[in-house]
């Protein structure tokens, strides 16, 4: 039997490597909000956007309609390092054709690195363009760029991430743009109807819905999060995406599953809102993130040990040690205390604490009830802050190769009859900004911006007097695509 796995929606987990990057198109279309409504049962009674009518299901196009414009799609670039090639592949002799073509553009020789992609999801939450999505989406990418439902693209900035939220901030350069609803007060309850919109497996605004199955999940990663578990089919690329409730408020981002397949299976945790939204307040406002501590192991009090402490019932977090001269330690905490409230807040079971202790702003005083030899204490401590998880940050790594960073030669007259052209060039290996619109080692480039291709030396020439953007027309296996480039 396959044993059980806690995955995170990684953008690896639906990456494409270039090769298949024209193939993906033809996979298909995601349903349109409206057509998934059209398919809905006929006997659906609806009250309103709220709720539903007691003998139906709910009707989710309302909030779809009103909110799902402020999701977006993620595209995400890395460089992984192609092991195939090697050092002498690209041997920097000057009769080789293509150390001159190097030269001439004014770029270094490719160093064997292949994009990988991946597609995620976020969501608007200031009309300036602020964008929130998972840290894993993004952390690793060079190039991050973002899609809105009404098809305009924009290259993203990387504001800054959090590893241990799984939360990052993402910010394009517009304006005017629609956000997402936010609840005024956390109130998730379990039972109640969600939907989660995203790009499960690259396929944009994907809705699906389901009910919070429980809160404040702690999971055996080690988060300081509470995540709301739910039903809701997530799956690789539904990352990032938001978690609305029946008002059309966003009271979470997909970020988890559990999972034997690597799909859906029912089992997704959403992290909370609010513990998103602290995160990106403190990224904007500072730069980084940081997070409260004590300096204690605990463990969980089953039955068995309470009976033995003296509990009503089995709750609170048991200290096992305190580390020394820390906070714990400085405020009189000792082995075999049972922590039952921290700053008034009972504790259901140890997982409560490390989440109440990280939102705690460092340096702060907190109040700990305790109990030790069958009475309770009362002890105040003040809060360290945990070192090494600051973060985050920011600027995407830059590209080097120069503006369109191909290694091209010209079509041989046995090529050209084959391909059935007059000109063009084939490129030979490809780097930086053509690497990153997918452009591939075999493709031929027949026009830039319209202008035919004839040999190298026109390439080059008409890239240096280009804009920001070019479009190339590309014929790969027999195929003409247009293919969009931003230049370095």
């Given at each position: 039997m396959k044993q059980k796995v806690l995955v995170r929606s990684l953008v690896a987990a639906g990456a494409l490597s270039v090769a298949s990057l024209f193939g993906y198109a033809t996979l298909g279309m995601s349903p349109t909000p409206g057509a998934i409504a059209a398919t809905a049962p006929a006997a659906v009674l609806v009250a309103g956007p709220q709720e539903a009518a007691p003998a139906g299901l709910p009707n989710f196009t309302s909030i779809v309609q009103q909110?799902?414009?402020?999701?977006?799609?993620?595209?995400?670039?890395?460089?992984?390092?192609?092991?195939?090639?090697?050092?002498?592949?690209?041997?920097?002799?000057?009769?080789?054709?293509?150390?001159?073509?190097?030269?001439?553009?004014?770029?270094?020789?490719?160093?064997?690195?292949?994009?990988?992609?991946?597609?995620?999801?976020?969501?608007i939450v200031r009309p300036d363009g602020v964008i929130l999505t998972n840290a894993h989406v993004v952390a690793d990418a060079s190039v991050v760029t973002v899609k809105l439902t009404?098809?305009?693209?924009?290259?993203a900035k990387v504001v800054g991430f959090d590893r241990a939220s799984d939360v990052a901030v993402l910010k394009i350069e517009a304006k005017d743009l629609p956000t997402v609803r936010l609840p005024a007060a956390d109130d998730v309850k379990v039972g109640e109807w969600v939907l989660a919109i995203g790009s499960p497996y690259g396929f944009e605004n994907t809705v699906t819905a389901g009910i919070v199955s429980a809160k404040s999940r702690?999971?055996?990663?080690?988060?300081?999060?509470?995540?709301?578990?739910?039903?809701?089919?997530v799956n690789p690329g539904n990352s990032g995406g938001p978690l609305f409730n029946m008002k059309g408020e966003v009271i979470g981002i997909n970020s988890q599953i559990y999972s034997r397949s690597g799909?859906?299976?029912?089992?997704?945790?959403?992290?909370?809102?609010?513990?998103?939204?602290?995160?990106?307040?403190?990224?904007?406002?500072?730069?980084?993130?940081?997070?409260?501590?004590?300096?204690?192991?605990?463990?969980?009090v089953n039955q068995a040990l309470a009976d033995s402490f003296g509990?009503?019932?089995?709750?609170?977090?048991?200290?096992?040690?305190?580390?020394?001269?820390?906070?714990?330690?400085?405020?009189?905490l000792q082995p075999g205390d049972?922590?039952?409230?921290?700053?008034?807040?009972?504790?259901?079971?140890?997982?409560?604490?490390p989440m109440l202790v990280a939102r705690t702003t460092p340096g702060s005083t907190a109040k700990?009830?305790?109990?030790?030899?069958?009475?309770?204490?009362?002890?105040?401590?003040?809060?360290g802050e945990v070192k090494g998880a600051k973060i985050a940050s920011a600027e995407g790594k830059t590209e080097s190769q120069g503006r369109l960073g191909i290694a091209a030669r010209p079509l041989n007259p046995e090529e050209r009859k084959q391909a059935g052209v007059n000109g063009g060039v084939v490129v030979e290996d490809a780097a930086g900004a053509a690497a990153n619109a997918g452009i591939q080692s075999g493709d031929v480039i027949l026009s830039l911006n319209g202008t035919p291709i004839k040999d190298v030396e026109q390439l080059r020439a008409l890239v240096s007097k280009a804009g920001k953007k070019v479009a190339l027309l590309v014929l790969r296996d027999d195929a003409r695509i247009f293919v969009p480039v931003e230049l370095g």
């Amino acid at each position: 039997m396959k044993q059980k796995v806690l995955v995170r929606s990684l953008v690896a987990a639906g990456a494409l490597s270039v090769a298949s990057l024209f193939g993906y198109a033809t996979l298909g279309m995601s349903p349109t909000p409206g057509a998934i409504a059209a398919t809905a049962p006929a006997a659906v009674l609806v009250a309103g956007p709220q709720e539903a009518a007691p003998a139906g299901l709910p009707n989710f196009t309302s909030i779809v309609q009103q909110h799902g414009p402020a999701v977006v799609n993620i595209s995400v670039t890395s460089r992984l390092e192609k092991t195939a090639l090697t050092p002498d592949r690209f041997r920097a002799d000057p009769d080789d054709p293509m150390f001159r073509f190097f030269r001439q553009f004014g770029m270094p020789r490719p160093q064997g690195e292949v994009p990988m992609r991946g597609q995620g999801s976020g969501f608007i939450v200031r009309p300036d363009g602020v964008i929130l999505t998972n840290a894993h989406v993004v952390a690793d990418a060079s190039v991050v760029t973002v899609k809105l439902t009404d098809k305009r693209e924009f290259r993203a900035k990387v504001v800054g991430f959090d590893r241990a939220s799984d939360v990052a901030v993402l910010k394009i350069e517009a304006k005017d743009l629609p956000t997402v609803r936010l609840p005024a007060a956390d109130d998730v309850k379990v039972g109640e109807w969600v939907l989660a919109i995203g790009s499960p497996y690259g396929f944009e605004n994907t809705v699906t819905a389901g009910i919070v199955s429980a809160k404040s999940r702690a999971l055996p990663d080690g988060s300081y999060v509470p995540f709301i578990q739910t039903d809701v089919a997530v799956n690789p690329g539904n990352s990032g995406g938001p978690l609305f409730n029946m008002k059309g408020e966003v009271i979470g981002i997909n970020s988890q599953i559990y999972s034997r397949s690597g799909g859906s299976q029912g089992v997704s945790f959403a992290i909370p809102i609010d513990v998103a939204l602290n995160v990106e307040s403190q990224i904007l406002k500072t730069g980084k993130v940081t997070r409260g501590q004590l300096g204690v192991t605990i463990q969980d009090v089953n039955q068995a040990l309470a009976d033995s402490f003296g509990l009503a019932k089995p709750a609170g977090a048991l200290v096992s040690s305190v580390s020394g001269d820390s906070p714990a330690a400085r405020a009189g905490l000792q082995p075999g205390d049972v922590i039952t409230r921290y700053n008034g807040t009972e504790l259901a079971g140890s997982s409560d604490l490390p989440m109440l202790v990280a939102r705690t702003t460092p340096g702060s005083t907190a109040k700990i009830e305790i109990l030790r030899d069958g009475a309770t204490r009362q002890l105040e401590v003040t809060v360290g802050e945990v070192k090494g998880a600051k973060i985050a940050s920011a600027e995407g790594k830059t590209e080097s190769q120069g503006r369109l960073g191909i290694a091209a030669r010209p079509l041989n007259p046995e090529e050209r009859k084959q391909a059935g052209v007059n000109g063009g060039v084939v490129v030979e290996d490809a780097a930086g900004a053509a690497a990153n619109a997918g452009i591939q080692s075999g493709d031929v480039i027949l026009s830039l911006n319209g202008t035919p291709i004839k040999d190298v030396e026109q390439l080059r020439a008409l890239v240096s007097k280009a804009g920001k953007k070019v479009a190339l027309l590309v014929l790969r296996d027999d195929a003409r695509i247009f293919v969009p480039v931003e230049l370095g």
